[in-house]
């Protein structure tokens, strides 16, 4: 049985998964906070294994995604959401009593 081998994470990627900007990333790629590998002057790879230890050593580094309520009243992350052309933040207690009734 041959053990299955995940893709390496861009820029992108990471910065998705900590909710954060993907210059931000670069920075800590290039300061030594993220070990990733440089593959050309802007682009860098990170192993998804190595992503999740950091992600559980680092919890203060992911950024909680605001959630979102749909037209059909469904909660869901703001990049997830398959109608996000319809969202409405949900932000503060006084909206969030408002758009449940």
């Known amino acids: 049985m041959k053990a299955t081998r995940q893709l390496p ?21 290039k300061t ?8 050309d002057k802007k682009s860098w790879l990170f192993t998804p294994e190595y992503m ?8 203060e580094a992911t950024k909680p995604r ?8 469904t909660t869901h992350q703001l990049e997830a ?9 949900t932000n503060s207690p006084t909206q969030q009593q408002e758009s449940t009734k």
């Open 9 to 29: 994470l861009t820029v992108h990627n990471v910065a998705l998964r900590l909710n954060r900007p993907e210059r931000t990333v670069r920075h800590w790629a």
């Open 32 to 39: 030594g906070k993220l070990r990733g590998f440089k593959i």
């Open 52 to 59: 999740e230890v950091w992600q559980a050593l680092h919890p």
């Open 66 to 73: 605001p959630s979102v309520v749909c037209k059909g009243d």
């Open 81 to 89: 959401s398959p109608c996000w052309q319809y969202v409405e933040f």
